[in-house]
């Protein structure tokens, strides 16, 4: 193909140049000569034509089709930079909430509270301790309230300088006071060593055989003993249960303690 396109040259070349050698002395002559090799040019000349403009449109395609394809790539990556940015802001929402509902209930609440964030918890223990960043400097000391704007979480036991134990109220060895809402029940709750599941249960125990709680009633703190200041919601009732000296109830914590994040100590009560 090659040997032909240098062929055609070659011959176009040497017409053009008879035809300036013979019409040089007459130019009747010459114009006839041009005239015919124009003629002869013109099918050679519009293919020419015809490929370059068909080569000019293939490569103008091939750029659009690379635009394209860079735009597309770019709208992909934008997409994927847009959902997890969505993600993010979803997160940031949902913390946002979390933490204006927690500051709206320190700001309500009767009692001094210093707030405290979880920063260590023992999948042994899960159910019956964590740690948090509060400590003696922050004002806190050992047997303090520890809950959240649902209810209460437990107490403090150990405490250190910039840190503290909390013992939550599903350990069997943390006990409550409390009393049952409308009614003149009151008992000692302690957590159910033999709960099971992902939400772990307490007990409510020396209530009168009479007792007759319902299920769905609020068990609040009775402030008695001096550790838990009166009214913080503990829990409600999921059964009542006649035992062979007293009655007990099995309740249902009123905080999540699985997904604990925020915690408030009291570290001042204004009675």
């Known amino acids: 193909m090659r040997m032909r396109s240098k062929l055609i040259a070659a011959g176009v070349f040497l017409v053009a140049f008879l035809i300036l050698v013979l019409g040089a002395g007459n130019p009747s002559s010459l114009r006839s000569l041009q ?8 099918p050679f000349l519009r293919s020419g034509s015809t490929l370059e403009r068909k080569f000019s449109a293939f490569r103008e395609g091939l750029k659009k089709l690379e635009d394209l394809e860079d735009e ?8 994927r930079e847009l959902s997890a ?14 933490l204006r509902k927690a500051l709206g209930y320190r700001g309500r609440a009767e009692f001094k509270l210093v707030p405290a964030q979880i920063i260590g918890r023992d999948i042994s223990t899960w159910f019956n301790q964590v740690v948090i960043d509060r400590g003696s400097e922050d004002g806190v000391r050992r047997d303090m309230p520890v809950l959240t704007e649902e209810g209460l979480v437990g107490k403090t036991t150990l405490v250190s300088e910039h840190s503290s134990v909390v013992i939550l109220i599903s350990d069997e060895n943390c006990k409550v006071a409390a009393s049952v809402e409308n009614s003149r029940e009151q008992g000692i709750l302690r957590g159910d060593r033999a709960s099971s599941g992902s ?7 020396f209530l009168s055989k009479q007792a007759g709680l319902k299920v769905g009633q609020k068990v609040l703190t009775s402030g008695v003993g001096g550790v838990y200041p009166s009214g913080i919601l503990i829990g409600v009732v999921q059964d009542f249960r006649v035992r062979e ?13 699985t997904g604990l994040q925020d915690l408030f100590i009291v570290v001042s009560d204004p009675r």
């Not at 005239?35 to 040019?41: A, H, T, V, W, Y």
């Open 85 to 98: 940015t969505n993600q993010t802001l979803r997160g940031m929402e949902a913390e946002n909430n979390r």
């Open 35 to 42: 005239s015919g090799f124009l003629g002869f040019l013109t």
């Open 72 to 79: 597309s790539v770019a709208l992909r990556v934008a997409n």
């Open 199 to 205: 939400a772990p249960l307490v007990s409510l125990f």
């Open 245 to 257: 000296l007293d009655g007990a109830a099995t309740l249902v914590p009123a905080v999540d303690l």
